[in-house]
């Protein structure tokens, strides 16, 4: 299947935001399958593994998130309409995220690469959700910054709820631009951080944490957007 519009032709047809994903993986992994699994009422895998996945997330920012529209991504899982429970998910690869930014109406983009990550209790089924739903992951954020991240999402409350911790290493802060430059209008010149520690408690709404923020010889330049 070929694709007949471009990703900015695609948002142009749309009411309310969307996003717009390509994905292609080299092999998703299910030990010890057998095909009357899927005419289950309920879906388990112990254990699954996806290698070298590449995924492009697209968003036009401009237009207008869809009423009562739940973000969060427990929201959209719970919502997923066959039950499924995956105890363990391992997966490798890469993750872009590309948006034209409602500020400067430019385009944007952030990649994380090499990525190794884990899984933990991903379903969608009410008595599971007792227990939480964990990714821990390690990147390279522009394919050069070391960045380890853990997130906790509690699934049995409302609004859903998650924590967020995490380092960020080695940060030469001019590969932040192709981000910053759309986002924000503002581009990094100079500048370098040896370590970037964050935590957080969110839902959809609120965000409270901390930031340590190790910087050096840091210059920044407000971009002429008129």
Avoid: C
């Avoid at 952030?110 to 964990?134: C, D, M, V, W, Y």
């Amino acid at each position: 299947l070929r694709r007949n519009l471009s990703t900015e032709a695609f948002a142009q047809q749309l009411d309310y935001r969307t996003d717009y994903w390509q994905v292609k993986a080299e092999a998703l992994i299910v030990p010890h399958f057998h095909p009357g699994q899927l005419f289950q009422q309920q879906l388990h895998f112990p254990k699954l593994s996806l290698r070298q996945l590449i995924a492009h997330d697209f968003n036009d920012e401009r237009i207008p998130l869809r009423p009562q529209y739940k973000p969060m991504l427990p929201d959209q899982i719970i919502d997923t309409p066959i039950p499924f429970l995956i105890d363990t998910l391992d997966m490798t690869g890469a993750i872009t995220y590309s948006a034209i930014a409602p500020l400067t109406g430019d385009s944007s983009w952030i990649s994380f690469n090499a990525i190794q990550g884990r899984i933990f209790h991903l379903t969608n089924i009410p008595a599971h959700f007792s227990k939480e739903l964990r990714l821990m992951a390690t990147a390279r954020l522009y394919d050069q910054a070391p960045l380890e991240v853990d997130m906790q999402f509690q699934l049995n409350r409302s609004p859903s709820t998650f924590e967020l911790s995490g380092t960020l290493q080695d940060l030469d802060m001019p590969i932040l631009n192709p981000i910053l430059r759309g986002q924000t209008a503002l581009s990094v010149s100079k500048g370098y951080s040896s370590r970037l520690l964050f935590n957080m408690a969110a839902n959809d709404s609120l965000a409270v944490g901390e930031l340590l923020f190790r910087y050096k010889n840091l210059r920044i330049q407000l971009l002429d957007k008129e």
